[in-house]
């Protein structure tokens, strides 16, 4: 049962007399547990409410309903708030790898397959039990997003160690059974399940074709904070252009078989490998954007688009310079775009910041911290620092070590650009910097 937090005005449950207090007891005859069963319940053209009203007595409300149309309520516990934590011992797991005195969100470990459902998390499904699982193909949750890391019972079970890590594959079979889809990453671990094991991975996976619907492959990430942990190596040149081998052997069968390249790796695949970016084509619906597949292909489409839109240049009285702190893995193919689309009168001068938070094995922007752009920036001279988004938290508050913008803006006594990670807002934030349209210290663009 959930209580009511609010309701939308309008709604058809405003209109039905539904208030903020009344407890939802069961829709449909069944008891509600979750936002899950809110939304598949809701779904059907008529839908029976049971309520325990404040007063504490009981209601049942009937609606019919247009197809997609919302009873408008919201609820006081939702799962963001709740998350279920993780149960698995990963030889890999990034969160046993941070450092202390970091914020206390960035050490929860959650796999909840109700966030893979509503926000894209992946998640193993091994803390989810028979009863469990069973509301998932009852639910028709689809797609999921579903960690693998082998499809070998043994492999899988050396990686994950959890007792039921062994169980995928069989569930898998399962949600292809009920009509249901997923997609799929692999983080590979030299030695561990790359080679003859990953081969495999990828058969058994396009066996599953049409329910799973892609596969990533990533690279594990490492901090230097592994001490007492299991050793793996670091990913190296060589692993990556033979994972980009195996990659390109698969897809070419997939295109054949399956109509889709189905296997995509991961960026840092391409940029350990010195590989040049794929067109946007190669990576179909980028159905694992978020996942780190194909954001540079995106970033430099937005940019291709946007300088087609700037086709008249503004006279330039003053030549302007702004530094471009970033990522060391993405630092070679953001100098090639500056030389290509940075417009006339700015000089973008390209940082690759070394990550003395995590360590040098980690590379990407999204995870240096404010101290280390302080620390490698100061005494600059420019009109500007543009920074990605991606480098603070989801309000654009904080950094990973807790410096706001605003600190890290002070300390470098330089106006600070925070950019959408879109290569048509990056192409918009440089020309406000050649235009002195900066408003302020900070600018969001």
């Not at 080679?195 to 990533?218: F, T």
């Not at 390209?350 to 995870?367: Q, R």
């Amino acid at each position: 049962m959930r209580k009511i937090s609010a309701v939308t005005k309008g709604s058809l449950a405003e209109r039905r007399g539904l208030i903020p207090g009344d407890v939802v007891l069961s829709i449909n005859g069944e008891a509600l547990l979750d936002e899950i069963d809110y939304q598949a319940l809701t779904a059907k053209r008529h839908v029976r409410l049971q309520l325990r009203r404040p007063d504490g007595s009981k209601r049942e409300v009937d609606f019919v309903k247009a197809p997609g149309h919302p009873l408008g309520l919201q609820f006081e516990d939702s799962i963001i708030g709740s998350p279920r934590t993780c149960g698995n011992n990963c030889v890999f797991c990034f969160v046993d790898q941070l450092p202390e005195g970091l914020r206390q969100s960035l050490y929860l470990k959650d796999d909840d397959w109700r966030l893979s459902l509503l926000t894209g998390n992946f998640v193993t499904l091994t803390n989810v039990g028979d009863r469990e699982f069973a509301r998932i193909l009852r639910r028709k949750a689809s797609p999921l997003y579903i960690s693998v890391q082998a499809t070998d019972a043994a492999a899988r079970q050396a990686l994950i160690r959890h007792p039921y890590a062994g169980k995928l594959m069989q569930r898998l079979g399962q949600l292809k059974e009920a009509g249901l889809q997923f997609h799929a990453q692999i983080v590979i671990c030299p030695d561990i399940n790359d080679g003859a094991v990953l081969e495999q991975s990828i058969r058994d996976l396009m066996a599953l074709h049409p329910a799973a619907l892609s596969l990533a492959l990533v690279p594990v990430g490492l901090t230097r904070y592994r001490e007492g942990l299991s050793p793996i190596r670091a990913f190296s040149r060589e692993d990556a252009k033979k994972v980009l081998e195996m990659a390109q052997k698969f897809q070419a069968k997939a295109l054949k078989e399956l109509g889709t390249r189905f296997v995509f790796p991961a960026d840092e695949l391409l940029s350990l490998a010195g590989e040049k970016v794929p067109e946007p084509a190669y990576y179909e619906h980028f159905a694992q954007i978020e996942n780190g597949i194909g954001m540079l292909s995106q970033f430099e489409e937005g940019l291709r688009y946007a300088a087609s839109q700037h086709s008249s240049e503004k006279t330039i009285t003053q030549a302007k310079t702004v530094i471009l702190p970033c990522g060391t893995s993405v630092a070679p193919y953001l100098d090639r775009w500056i030389s290509q689309y940075a417009p006339k009168g700015l000089a973008a001068q390209v940082k690759p910041i070394d990550n003395t938070l995590f360590g040098d094995t980690v590379t990407v922007s999204g995870l240096i911290s404010g101290g280390d752009l302080i620390d490698q920036l100061k005494g600059v001279k420019a009109d500007a620092v543009m920074i990605v988004d991606d480098m603070l938290n989801h309000d654009n508050t904080l950094f990973l070590d807790d410096l706001t913008p605003q600190e890290v803006q002070r300390a470098l006594g330089l106006p600070l650009m925070v950019c959408r990670n879109r290569g048509e807002a990056f192409l918009g934030a440089m020309h406000a910097v050649v235009s002195g349209d900066i408003k302020g210290d900070i600018t969001y663009v």
